[in-house]
Every structure is written in C-alpha cells, then in structure tokens.
C-alpha cells in the first residue's frame, strides 16, 4: 500500500472516535463553493468546486471533510490537469456568539491527480492551516477563507495557496 494511502487511512482512524461523539451534537452541516488556488510548482493558477461537510462539536470546535476540485486550464486543454484535494480539519470559531466571526482552520488531506497516470508522482499528502470568517444569516452561513497547504511530493515540497468562497446551509 503505497504510503499516501497509509496516511490518509490513519487520519481517517484517528478522527473516528470524535466523529462518533458528534452524534449526540448538533446535526451535520453541508456547504458548497468555489476557490481559486495560487502554488509555487510548475503549474501555478487553478480554479476549483469545494464541498464541506462540517460536524460541530460545541459552538467554537468543530470537524470538517472536505472534498474540493481543482482545474489547472488557464494554459488550455492539452495542458489542463485536474486535481481531488480532500481534506480532514479542525476548525475553531473564535467567536461564537457573533455572528461575524474569526475562525481558525488546520489539518491534513491528499493533493490528487487525476489525469494523467505519466505524472501520477504529482500525488501526495498536504498539510494545511489557515484563516477564515464566517458571516451568519437566518439559517445559512457564508463562509471566505485563505487555507495554505504544504503538498509533499515523492521528490519535491510545494506550497498551495486556496482562496474559498462559499455557503454552508
């Protein structure tokens, strides 16, 4: 089993018994949208989809799985690449009771290819933290955040650097 999978596999294990506790909480939340996402590798803007399912704790913890899309096409199509980026968080609100609030988000995920199996090296494991506001209204929330990454290749480090917009419902 090749040692990305062995990774993700323990981050999943290691946040199944807070998952769990989540049960007797407060429902899950989905969310949606977009992102824009600068690196400092060979391919350097890509636009993407993000989707969010947030697990709240208690008003300032919550747990999040993301699974966000990204399209490197500003080059044109014979040298688009598209990428999964799934991502396990923590997310802390800092303040709960506005409903304007800092939070801070951080975790690990995956930076996937999905292509090209002549580049399939471009895979591996990320590890992110970041920033991002929350803007609550009646029953939905807006969510704008800027979450870097550090992406570990099999030969090389990079950094990804997303832009996300987005509604949770």
Avoid at 108 to 123: K, M, P, Q, V, Y
Avoid at 132 to 146: H, K, N
């Amino acid at each position: 089993m090749p040692k990305q999978h062995v990774l993700t596999t323990a981050l999943v294990m290691a946040l199944l018994p807070p998952l769990a506790a989540l049960a007797q909480r407060d429902p899950p939340r989905f969310g949606f949208g977009f992102s824009s996402v600068v690196t400092s590798g060979e391919r350097l803007v890509a636009l993407g989809f993000d989707t969010r399912f947030s697990f709240p704790y208690n008003p300032d913890l919550s747990f999040a799985f993301d699974l966000n899309t990204l399209g490197f096409v500003l080059g044109g199509t014979d040298a688009a690449a598209y990428y999964l980026n799934p991502q396990l968080s923590v997310i802390i609100t800092l303040y709960p009771s506005n409903p304007r609030s800092p939070y801070i988000i951080g975790g690990f995920g995956g930076h996937i290819l999905l292509n090209s199996a002549e580049d399939a090296d471009e895979t591996g494991p990320t590890i992110h933290g970041g920033v991002g506001w929350v803007f609550g209204l009646q029953a939905t929330s807006v969510y704008l955040e800027v979450d870097p990454a550090l992406y570990i290749g099999s030969e090389f480090v990079d950094m990804i650097m997303p832009i996300r917009i987005g509604i949770v419902l």
